[in-house]
């Protein structure tokens, strides 16, 4: 029997990609996936062009079965090289990546930030909470809601 669509198409198993420079955050999310029963494989790249590399299967990033293309992406705003708007502009303009879902998770509160991100097809903004155990929650309560959501495979 072929599992329903919801479930086929959901976000169980598949891989998140998190885009982050600050090793602290890293493993903040780590310790929250751990903490949470969150079996997705979390990959992670430093920065935006590490990202773009990443989502294309460029040099270190070229065998899809060690990097696969992810469902989600958690991406920081304030990177080197590329900023996360820049790489969020990069996959919505993207024909075959603009169906990817992208959540900015963040410490920036600039209401400038939050409009640009909207603007251009963010599909959620996450202000990193200071406290590990709040952290944890946004996780585990994100991952709550949105398991059994639709994501679309990109090839």
Same mark, same amino acid.
Not at 8 to 17: E, I
């Given at each position: ?11 169980? $198993?598949?891989? !998140? ?5 600050? *090793?602290?955050?890293? /493993? ?15 990959? !992670?790249?430093?920065? $935006?062009?590490?990202?773009?590399? &990443?989502?294309?299967?460029? $040099?270190? &990033? ?24 820049? !790489? ?13 879902? !992208? ?22 903004? /996450? ?9 944890? *929650? ?9 398991? /059994? ?7």
């Amino acid at each position: 029997m072929e599992a329903p669509e919801r479930v086929q198409y959901s976000l169980l $198993g598949r891989a !998140v990609l998190l885009v982050e420079d600050n *090793e602290d955050e890293v /493993f903040l999310m780590q310790r929250a996936f751990r903490k949470a029963g969150i079996q997705n494989p979390l990959k !992670v790249v430093q920065n $935006g062009e590490e990202a773009i590399a &990443y989502l294309e299967g460029l $040099g270190p &990033y070229a065998d899809r079965i060690l990097n696969p293309l992810p469902a989600v992406i958690f991406m920081d705003l304030n990177m080197p090289k590329k900023s996360g708007l820049e !790489v969020l502009q990069y996959i919505r303009q993207h024909s075959t990546l603009r169906g990817l879902a !992208v959540n900015i998770l963040t410490s920036s509160v600039r209401p400038a930030d939050i409009e640009q991100a909207a603007q251009l097809g963010a599909n959620a903004y /996450f202000i990193k909470p200071a406290q590990i155990d709040k952290f944890q *929650e946004l996780i585990q309560s994100w991952f709550s809601l949105t398991r /059994f959501e639709v994501y679309p495979t990109i090839e």
